[in-house]
T-cell receptor
Framework: SQQGEEDPQALSIQEGENATMNCSYK?????LQWYRQNSGRGLVHLIL?????REKHSGRLRVTLDTSKKSSSLLITASRAADTASYFC??????????????FGKGTLLTVNP | KAGVTQTPRYLIKTRGQQVTLSCSPI?????VSWYQQTPGQGLQFLFE?????QRNKGNFPGRFSGRQFSNSRSEMNVSTLELGDSALYLC???WGQGLGEKLFFGSGTQLSVL
């Protein structure tokens, strides 16, 4: 089963509104990353947040991490039509040295209507 | 700086055949990882190579194999294709820590098995 589960599965908003997506996971992690994917294309890295961090910002993006609840959220402020994409969280757990277990969630499909 | 390049972009094969996909990482990146993306199973990690050695492996049958060359380019091979192997195959590269750091993805190879 997927380590990360995004919520909601789909989200439709108007341009200018904020979009919030959530990710829950089951085991301990070393870091959590958010990626964006436009239809049928590769993923683009958005933010990496480490397990000892609680919040990170990048432009219009804000990511929070609550390790006690095993959850993370991605907030996109002042959304634009170009933000329309699928958003995935990915959890990384180090099992020693350079050995990692990387697991992706099933994603949230965000549609921003002009 | 050129991004991650995957070839071919589209591929159609029939059951029982084998296929080889290619991935050229960003210059200087030594880690290459491969992923399978399907509507039903989402994004699943196949394996990661670093300095021509497989460093991490996901839960896929032995029909899925890969290798990495001295210039860090990587190939993935799937033998005895099954209908369920139809998917978007993505590769990603990174500097060295591999799965525990920011990944740069290619645009993928869309494989259809008939």
């Amino acid at each position: 089963s997927q380590q990360g589960e995004e919520d909601p599965q789909a989200l439709s908003i108007q341009e200018g509104e904020n979009a919030t997506m959530n990710c829950s996971y089951k085991t301990s992690i070393n870091n959590l990353q958010w990626y964006r994917q436009n239809s049928g294309r590769g993923l683009v890295h958005l933010i990496l947040i480490r397990s000892n961090e609680r919040e990170k910002h990048s432009g219009r993006l804000r990511v929070t991490l609550d390790t006690s609840k095993k959850s993370s959220s991605l907030l996109i402020t002042a959304s634009r039509a170009a933000d329309t994409a699928s958003y995935f969280c990915a959890t990384a757990l180090n099992s020693g040295g350079s050995n990692y277990k990387l697991t992706f969630g099933k994603g949230t499909l965000l549609t921003v209507n002009p | 700086k050129a991004g991650v390049t995957q070839t071919p972009r589209y591929l159609i094969k029939t059951r029982g055949q084998q296929v080889t996909l290619s991935c050229s990482p960003i210059s200087g990146h030594r880690s290459v990882s491969w992923y399978q993306q399907t509507p039903g199973q989402g994004l699943q990690f196949l394996f990661e190579y670093f300095s021509e050695t497989q460093r991490n492996k996901g839960n896929f049958p032995g029909r899925f194999s890969g290798r990495q060359f001295s210039n860090s380019r990587s190939e993935m091979n799937v033998s005895t294709l099954e209908l369920g192997d139809s998917a978007l195959y993505l590769c990603a590269s990174s500097w060295g820590q591999g799965l525990g750091e920011k990944l740069f993805f290619g645009s993928g190879t869309q494989l259809s098995v008939l």
